[in-house]
């Protein structure tokens, strides 16, 4: 009898467990399709800001989803981070000064890693309408996209029914 019971108590274990993972993994796709979709906006938006990048041409709403796919695991991971920092799901709900940092230097230092790196390999280049931060030559739109972008994600998915369900 006692084994018996004992399988029912872990049968229930493993259910809850599986339940958690599940509504895990449904708020991780919601901020992820939310930052796509913001980002893909974005990316659009900044187009005459990019050497080649013109919207009479399919190839360039081709690289706008594609970065938009970069930018959208970058928020992701962002928020991964945060929730192993922060230990709540709900943690950019309550921005302090260490939350806001986080965001900002994290963001901003992604930002200009890949626009240095993008530069220097020729994958793309500014046009003479992007302005650029001071001394570091990196454009400007780009570097507030990841400093502002996660959190407008974060903030919006947390609105969802995902974020409420138990």
Known sequence: MRHTLGFFSLNRRVTRYNRRMK??????????????????????????????????????????????????????????VGLLLFRNWSWPAKLNIPKFAYLTITGGGIAILIELLAMKIGRWTYTSL?????????????????????????????????????
């Open 23 to 80: 509504s895990a993994v449904v708020r991780l796709l919601v901020v992820y399709a939310i930052a796509m979709s913001i980002n893909y906006v974005w990316e659009m938006a900044q187009m005459p800001l990019y050497q080649d990048m013109r919207f009479n041409e399919l190839h360039s709403y081709f690289l706008c989803l594609q970065a938009s796919f970069g930018d959208a695991n970058i928020t992701i991971t962002i928020f991964v």
């Open 130 to 166: 992007m302005p650029l931060l001071p001394s570091v030559g990196v454009g400007l739109i780009p570097l507030l996209q990841l400093m502002i972008l996660p959190y407008v994600s974060y903030i919006l998915s947390l609105r969802t029914q995902a974020f409420h369900e138990k």
